[in-house]
């Protein structure tokens, strides 16, 4: 069974006409090249597996959500995590990959490596190096390396395991204690390809037996912000379980998108992970501020809620809310206007939808009566066939908000003059004002009248 699950290159004839591959990590195997910020890379480059800069980024924009290696989580970027990108246009430079310090290799059959090759490409082929302190070389084989069919539907980019034996060494004096580099040397004319990691590999799975592992819950805390002063929490963190381990803590900063992380070392009943926050009171409405931490085991730990932090909860009302005219009625060719006014200033934006609504006495304005690059720039509609607004596109809506630390905000909507002898124009909106739960609060209905300009 064991080399259908371990990234052996081996499947059950029964799985035709199915192609299954698998890969590894850990278990049974020696930790060789593992890139990190810690690794110097000549030949190619270190880069992120989660990063919002292309330039840092191992793969960017929608090609990265589909993988499962550089798959986002909570935090862009992700620190600890890492691959080595290689690119060539002809064949014979190496990328060569030197960790911090030697690695050895000692006691393993064959060296494991984790490849991507880009998706809908086959023959990527690239000789296996491996250099020790003292210079001495020893080039175990070659790997080659397919894509994955790629589609719309597919993850392609994922990575193979490639075993080349160690036994090369052996001639070459290499010594297997104290390997200082990796070179991959592409014998293909241009490409590209990852590298994730590299293993020792030998045969065999490691004795069973229970983990005793430390066990890292973060809970949530919700608090009321009061009138005035400050108060100092703390986020509930439990460490329960045996022995110690690493997390990657990370704490993102609210309102914003920095985020800061540090690997932390928990055991129970330590108080490693401590985050104090401070939440300041006032009298001015706003929404619920959320001062959250995550963690991420990196080894030795299991986590269970992954997620929490102290919420502070907002205890103020929201301001009294009116929307009144400032043109309501006008010739046609200028715009109708109304004001959205709060009777104090908040913290939070105070967001209203303006629907448009059907008339049930005279004639309504339509879309060949209002400035078609509005019409198009705000409801995506054209103007034509002429149509009532309130029936141009179903819940056709204006948006209006009053952003934090101002009394008001305008809406409009822009006429145009048309030239045609018309009657009397009018339009009906209805204010519907939410709050910060995003629960809708009835305002005023709201009328424009238009006259004919001709």
Same mark, same amino acid.
């Given at each position: 069974?064991?080399?259908?699950?371990?990234?052996?290159?081996?499947?059950?004839?029964?799985?035709?006409?199915?192609?299954?591959?698998?890969?590894?990590?850990?278990?049974?195997?020696?930790?060789?090249?593992?890139?990190?910020?810690s690794?110097?890379?000549?030949?190619?480059?270190?880069?992120?597996?989660?990063?919002?800069?292309?330039?840092?980024?191992?793969?960017?924009?929608?090609?990265?959500?589909?993988?499962?290696h550089?798959?986002?989580?909570?935090?862009?970027?992700?620190?600890?995590?890492?691959?080595?990108?290689?690119?060539?246009?002809?064949?014979?430079t190496?990328?060569?990959?030197?960790?911090?310090?030697?690695?050895?290799?000692?006691?393993?059959e064959?060296?494991?490596?984790?490849?991507?090759?880009?998706?809908?490409?086959?023959?990527?082929?690239?000789?296996?190096? #491996?250099? +020790? @302190?003292? &210079?001495? $070389?020893?080039?175990l084989?070659?790997? !080659?390396?397919?894509? =994955? %069919?790629d589609?719309?539907?597919?993850?392609s980019y994922?990575?193979?395991?490639?075993?080349?034996?160690?036994?090369?060494?052996?001639?070459?004096?290499?010594?297997?204690?104290?390997?200082?580099?990796?070179?991959?040397?592409?014998?293909?004319?241009?490409?590209?390809?990852? #590298?994730? +990691? @590299?293993? &020792?590999? $030998?045969?065999?799975?490691?004795?069973? !037996?229970?983990?005793? =592992? %430390?066990?890292?819950?973060?809970?949530?805390?919700?608090?009321?912000?009061?009138?005035?002063?400050?108060?100092?929490?703390?986020?509930?963190?439990?460490?329960?379980?045996?022995?110690?381990?690493?997390?990657?803590?990370?704490?993102?900063?609210?309102?914003?998108?920095?985020?800061?992380?540090?690997?932390?070392?928990? $055991?129970?009943?330590?108080s490693?992970?401590?985050?104090?926050?401070?939440?300041?009171?006032?009298?001015?409405?706003?929404?619920?501020?959320?001062?959250?931490?995550?963690?991420?085991?990196?080894?030795?730990?299991?986590?269970?809620?992954?997620?929490?932090?102290?919420?502070?909860?907002?205890?103020?009302?929201?301001?009294?809310?009116?929307?009144?005219?400032?043109?309501?009625?006008?010739?046609?060719?200028?715009?109708?206007?109304w004001?959205?006014?709060?009777?104090?200033?908040?913290?939070?934006?105070v967001?209203?939808?303006?629907?448009?609504?059907?008339?049930?006495?005279?004639?309504?304005?339509?879309?060949?009566?209002?400035?078609?690059?509005?019409?198009?720039?705000?409801?995506?509609?054209?103007?034509?066939?002429?149509?009532?607004?309130?029936?141009?596109?179903?819940?056709?809506?204006?948006?209006?908000?009053?952003?934090?630390?101002?009394?008001?905000?305008?809406?409009?909507?822009?006429?145009?003059?048309?030239?045609?002898?018309?009657?009397?124009?009018?339009?009906?909106?209805?204010?519907?004002?939410?709050?910060?739960?995003?629960?809708?609060?009835?305002?005023p209905?709201?009328?424009?009248?238009?006259?004919?300009g001709?």
């Open positions: 069974m064991r080399p259908l699950l371990d990234g052996s290159d081996r499947r059950a004839p029964s799985a035709d006409p199915a192609r299954v591959l698998t890969h590894a990590v850990g278990v049974n195997r020696t930790s060789a090249f593992l890139p990190d910020t690794v110097a890379v000549t030949g190619g480059r270190l880069c992120a597996q989660v990063h919002p800069d292309p330039a840092r980024a191992c793969l960017d924009g929608e090609k990265a959500e589909v993988s499962p550089f798959a986002s989580w909570e935090a862009s970027p992700e620190p600890g995590r890492d691959a080595v990108a290689m690119s060539w246009s002809k064949p014979g190496p990328a060569r990959v030197r960790p911090a310090k030697p690695i050895s290799l000692a006691g393993a064959a060296l494991a490596l984790r490849v991507i090759a880009p998706p809908n490409t086959t023959g990527t082929e690239l000789d296996v190096t #491996l250099v +020790d @302190t003292k &210079g001495r $070389r020893a080039t084989g070659q790997a !080659r390396v397919d894509g =994955l %069919p589609s719309a539907r597919t993850a994922w990575a193979r395991e490639i075993r080349v034996p160690l036994s090369a060494a052996v001639p070459a004096k290499l010594d297997l204690k104290h390997v200082t580099a990796l070179e991959l040397t592409p014998r293909t004319g241009s490409g590209r390809a990852w #590298l994730m +990691d @590299t293993w &020792g590999w $030998r045969p065999g799975t490691p004795a069973v !037996r229970a983990a005793a =592992l %430390p066990r890292v819950d973060i809970g949530r805390l919700a608090v009321k912000e009061g009138n005035a002063g400050e108060r100092t929490y703390r986020m509930p963190v439990n460490v329960s379980g045996k022995g110690s381990g690493r997390v990657r803590l990370f704490v993102p900063k609210p309102g914003t998108d920095e985020v800061t992380s540090r690997v932390v070392t928990v $055991r129970p009943g330590s490693a992970i401590d985050i104090p926050v401070t939440v300041k009171g006032n009298t001015r409405y706003d929404y619920d501020i959320s001062h959250d931490a995550f963690v991420k085991a990196v080894r030795g730990v299991a986590v269970g809620s992954h997620r929490g932090g102290v919420t502070a909860l907002n205890d103020d009302p929201m301001p009294k809310v009116s929307v009144t005219p400032v043109k309501d009625r006008v010739t046609e060719g200028p715009q109708l206007t004001r959205m006014s709060l009777a104090q200033a908040a913290d939070a934006d967001m209203a939808e303006v629907a448009f609504q059907p008339l049930t006495n005279g004639v309504e304005l339509s879309t060949m009566d209002v400035d078609p690059r509005w019409l198009e720039e705000t409801f995506g509609e054209s103007p034509s066939p002429a149509r009532p607004l309130s029936r141009m596109t179903e819940g056709a809506a204006l948006y209006v908000s009053v952003p934090p630390g101002t009394l008001s905000a305008e809406m409009s909507v822009p006429t145009v003059a048309d030239g045609i002898s018309e009657p009397e124009e009018s339009l009906k909106l209805q204010v519907t004002i939410y709050d910060q739960a995003g629960e809708p609060q009835p305002g209905a709201l009328t424009g009248t238009v006259r004919d001709s």
